[in-house]
């Protein structure tokens, strides 16, 4: 390249009027001040080479500007084109730029404008590089020298010019290479020619960077060699690129699509279309083999099978071959007709002339997505398909045919061809399909039809994607709907009224479903328009069948055998009441269901009965209270304090709650030690505690319970016994109640570990007894605490007070029954204290280790410690 000082040149000849915009942004603010490019420098422009069907050149120039102005700069292109170069644009853009933008929208009367805004916000002068791609058509161009573009700042004195070359080029099966030409991997029988006209020796060229640099070119260029830039030790420099076949296919005459089928009306009516990025070195040849494998070029190539320059196309006549698989070969016409350039289209010839309309089962269900083709058309050509709107199955429908595949667009019409119409006042459902190659493919979605037999039509072909039925049907097909089924996998067979239940099944033929039940008399409406997906399968999660809202939930709340019913949403658009028979004739499924009142299990996992109050005070709650989201736990101890808390139910009636707190006494302060009654208690079928009115004007559910107590049973100075009386007569025992209750008492108490007995492993015995060197000894005891939570340690110490072993436990039943062993194998006979510890408290029994134990005659126990 060149700048003003520098050669690097550029020439170009008219090659279209297009103009294609650039735009290169950075930031944004108010309007600019007034124009001010302070410079224009650095210049340079790419030499063009003459005799190119198409050529780009590059162009350019750093531009200073001032903060926040705009300024036009104009390329004058009036000295290039009286070299016979008039280029049209092809890109502006912009590197290093900061807040300018730059757009280029004019090219007139020779001269380029470029306008340049700098958006302003950094106070500064902004330098910027533009750089302006142009495309040229050099056919007929001689060279010549110092061609120059005139660059001008219009707002300022800034100046600048690009100077270029317009030199000679290649020439498509000359052979002859100038400098800076392209070579490409495989060529051979090259001239390299300097700009004096002398012979530049092919092993002077050497790569001038990369992995292979310092490498010599060869004749004949390997298919391998290493790409990029050769260049003489004078300047003299060629580029070596891989030779690449960018497009080879058929098209149909004007359509610029490409076709992998073509039948007899198109079949001479086609395009051999090709690309390739070394046309300035060999024209590309194209031969065609029928299915045999026999070449017959000349008998359906009337024009010429030679291509040039990079881009041409020549016709392809197959009307009258036989049908089957033609292939057409592009490659190089001389050196590059190698493995890597050579590129085959194949083209299948049909004999179908008729268009045809076909689809893929002759019977299917409803909800079932059905396959049609239409066949025999022309490429590029859009055919209407149709069905009737007797055959709908209902008004309220969705499209029949779906827009997928060769669909150009669905919907409905009337029969005066007004389309956009609902389902209600069509006449037909349609679809648009585009034809690819000969067929055009679509889909119905045969939920939306009655099961009955279907008759589909297709029309004569257009240029338009719209609707059109003016040809009158020239072809048909019919299809049988047969009517879907609807399955019910949950709920099952039995309810229990509150509970929660998930509702699904399968709907082979629904967009949608409703669900009914019934007594004696009509379906009442339950749950409506359930979706089913695309696998066929409908479902609602965690629904309380006896409370959807609808006048369903109203029988499914009292205990009994009812019907329960699936039905397409279509049939009945979730009506409230359906009768009987037109239930059973429509799409639709049923069974048996029974409802029942929930029953109520729980109890508190209590050590030995006992709830220590200092170490643990909590425990675990189980149990099972289906058909509730949550019960009231009611603590009373022997003083009549009370406590109430809320127990979470989970969705499948389980109760599971660990570490629940021991609560305060609603009146403040800890529950009294001693006995304490706790009491479960759960609404039932009526949804509501005792006779639905609790005093104290709290709600009566479970919340307005708890609050009852807490907030009124504290504040009267009961005992526990009428503590209790009061709670079970607003609950329980209240008239018309059909509440549940669970009682459980426990000792509220603290903590305390003891020890019971100690004996050998080997002869288990009440009380403590010696135990004979050697022997496992056993400890066991007696504790209120909750096991995994805490440890008991024990230690056997010497009469010195001195740790002899040491041994520990968390695991224990319920019942509180603990043990653990102690090795005695190294200890000496003599008196030993083992001591438990809970980490609170400790207990002691007094140990013999014996050298031999006497085996007892009279089968006493030994005595406790």
């Known amino acids: 390249m060149t700048n003003d000082n520098t050669r690097t040149k550029a020439n170009a000849v008219f090659f279209s009027v297009l103009m294609v915009l650039s735009m290169v942004a950075v930031g944004f603010a108010a309007a600019p001040a007034a124009a001010e490019a302070t410079s224009l420098d650095n210049a340079s422009a790419d030499d063009v080479f003459v005799d190119q069907g198409s050529f780009t050149q590059e162009v350019q120039f750093d531009v200073t500007m001032n903060d926040s102005t705009t300024e036009n700069i104009t390329v004058d292109l009036s000295e290039a084109a009286g070299a016979g170069v008039t280029p049209s644009v092809d890109s502006v853009s912009a590197s290093n730029a900061g807040d300018q933008t730059i757009d280029s929208n004019n090219l007139a009367g020779g001269t380029h ?58 020439q498509a099966g000359a052979g002859v290479v100038y400098n800076g030409s392209t070579v490409y991997q495989g060529e051979d029988d090259l001239t390299f020619v300097d700009d004096d006209g002398s012979t530049v020796n092919v092993g002077a060229l050497q790569k001038t960077a990369g992995s292979a640099e310092g490498t010599s070119l060869q004749l004949p260029i390997a298919t391998d060699a290493a790409t990029g830039t050769y260049a003489t ?15 080879s296919e058929v098209q149909i005459s004007g359509t610029g699509s490409d076709v992998s089928q073509v039948g007899p009306d198109n079949a001479g009516d086609l395009d051999i279309v090709a690309e390739w990025n070394f046309g300035e070195a060999e024209d590309l040849s194209v031969s065609v083999e029928d299915p045999s494998g026999t070449d017959i070029t000349g008998e359906v190539v009337p024009g010429s099978s030679t291509l040039s320059n990079g881009d041409d196309s020549t016709a392809l006549d197959l009307a009258g071959e036989d049908a089957g698989e033609y292939t057409v070969i592009f490659e190089g016409n001389d050196n590059l007709d190698h493995d890597a350039v050579v590129e085959e289209y194949t083209i299948e010839l049909t004999t179908d002339d008729e268009v045809s309309v076909e689809t893929a089962d002759d019977t299917v269900t409803q909800g079932t997505n059905l396959e049609y083709t239409v066949s025999g058309g022309t490429n590029g050509q859009f055919h209407t398909v149709t069905i009737d709107a007797e055959n709908f199955r209902s008004d309220n429908i969705d499209d029949v045919f779906r827009n997928v595949g060769d669909t150009s ?7 005066g061809g007004t389309t956009g119409v609902t389902p209600e006042n069509a006449s037909v459902a349609y679809a648009v399909v585009e034809i690819d190659g000969t067929t055009g493919v679509g889909s119905i979605a045969t939920g939306a039809l009655d099961d009955t037999s279907v008759t589909i039509d297709v029309y004569e072909g257009t240029t338009s994607d719209a609707f059109d039925v003016s040809s009158g049907s020239v072809e048909d097909t019919s299809f049988d709907v047969e009517e879907g089924s609807i399955t019910i996998d949950s709920p099952g067979n039995q309810y229990t009224i509150g509970s929660e239940v998930d509702v699904n099944g399968t709907a082979t033929s629904s ?17 409506d328009d359930i979706d089913v997906d695309s696998a066929d399968e409908y479902e609602e999660e965690d629904v309380v069948l006896s409370n959807t809202g609808n006048n369903g939930a109203d029988i499914l709340g009292q205990a009994g055998t009812y019907r329960y019913g699936v039905v397409d949403h279509n049939e009945f658009e979730g009506q409230s009441e359906v009768e009987t028979s037109d239930f059973s004739r429509a799409t639709s499924t049923q069974q048996s269901i029974t409802t029942v009142e929930g029953e109520l299990s729980a109890q508190l996992e209590t050590i030995n009965g006992q709830i220590n109050s200092d170490l643990d005070n909590s425990v675990d709650i189980t149990g099972n209270a289906e058909g509730q989201n949550t019960i009231a736990l009611v603590y009373i101890d022997s003083r009549g304090s009370v406590a109430a808390q809320t127990v979470d139910v989970e969705s499948d009636g389980e109760i599971d709650v660990e570490d629940s707190d021991i609560p305060n006494a609603a009146g403040g302060g800890s529950l009294a030690e001693g006995t304490v009654s706790a009491h479960f208690i759960s609404m039932s079928r009526d949804n509501a505690v005792g006779n639905g009115d609790l005093p104290g004007g709290n709600d009566a559910d479970i919340g307005g319970l708890v609050s009852w107590v807490n907030n009124n049973v504290s504040d009267r100075s009961l005992n526990a016994n009428q503590a209790t009386s009061l709670i079970t007569s607003e609950t329980t025992e209240d008239t018309a109640s059909d509440d549940l209750m669970v009682t459980q008492t426990f000792r509220y108490t603290e903590s305390q570990t003891v020890i019971d007995s100690v004996y050998p492993e080997v002869a288990q015995a009440e009380g403590v007894n010696p135990v004979a060197t050697g022997e496992t000894m056993v400890v066991e005891g007696t504790t ?3 096991p995994d939570d805490n440890s008991i340690t024990l230690e056997l110490l010497n009469e010195d007070g001195e740790s002899m072993q040491i041994s520990s436990t968390d695991q224990w039943d319920t019942d509180g029954q603990w043990s653990a062993t102690i090795d005695t194998s190294d200890l000496e006979t003599g008196s030993y204290v083992v001591e438990s510890d809970d980490g609170t408290n400790t207990d002691r029994a007094e140990v013999e280790i014996v050298e031999e134990r006497e085996e007892p005659s009279d089968g006493e126990d030994g005595e406790d410690g």
């Open 233 to 247: 030790n004078d300047g003299y420099s060629v580029i070596l690129q891989e030779p690449r076949i960018t497009t």
């Open 511 to 527: 967009d949608s479903v409703d669900v009914y039940v019934r007594d004696n008399n009509e379906w009442q409406l339950l749950l």
């Open 409 to 415: 667009q669905v919907g409905f019409a009337d029969s």
């Open 784 to 786: 209120n605490l909750r």
């Open 113 to 170: 404008t470029i306008n340049v805004t700098d958006t302003g916000g950094d106070a500064d002068d902004n330098e910027f590089t533009i750089t302006v791609t142009y495309d040229h058509d050099t056919t007929g161009v001689s060279t010549a020298s110092d061609v120059e573009f005139d660059i001008d700042a219009t707002g300022s004195s800034a100046s600048t010019t690009a100077t270029f070359d317009l030199v000679d080029g290649r």
